[in-house]
Nanobody
Framework: QVQLVESGGGLVQAGGSLRLSCSAS????????MGWFRQAPGKEREFVAI????????YYADSVKGRFTISRDNAKNTVYLQMNSLKPEDTAVYYC????????????WGQGTQVTVSS
């Protein structure tokens, strides 16, 4: 089993920045990728960014390209999401997720952290 714990959410004004962290524990040795997803009120959960654990290749949703940066610290089993130039439409609960090497889906999820961007 894998446990994921997010931190770093909060309230920020439009144009501001936040940094989210997600620490993984448990059976993390078989991590293929980690990612961030978000869900706004009344909307479905959507992809934000993913990082491949071995190559550090990154992927971003078009809506956050150039503003958000995903990174990871293998030694700490931690993934980060640096969010700059935040917009009110970035307001959502942000979830960290992990995909194991033997899986094609993100099977492990954190509890989520609220990000609120005021206009």
């Amino acid at each position: 089993q894998v446990q994921l714990v997010e931190s770093g959410g909060g309230l920020v004004q439009a144009g501001g920045s936040l940094r989210l962290s997600c620490s993984a524990s448990g059976r993390t040795f078989a991590t293929a990728a980690m990612g961030w997803f978000r869900q706004a009120p009344g909307k479905e959960r959507e992809f934000v960014a993913i990082i491949a654990w071995s190559s550090s290749t990154t992927y971003y949703a078009d809506s956050v390209k150039g503003r958000f940066t995903i990174s990871r610290d293998n030694a700490k089993n931690t993934v980060y999401l640096q969010m700059n130039s935040l917009k009110p439409e970035d307001t959502a609960v942000y979830y960290c997720a992990l995909r194991a090497v033997q899986s094609n889906t993100f099977d492990y999820w954190g509890q989520g952290t609220q990000v609120t961007v005021s206009s």
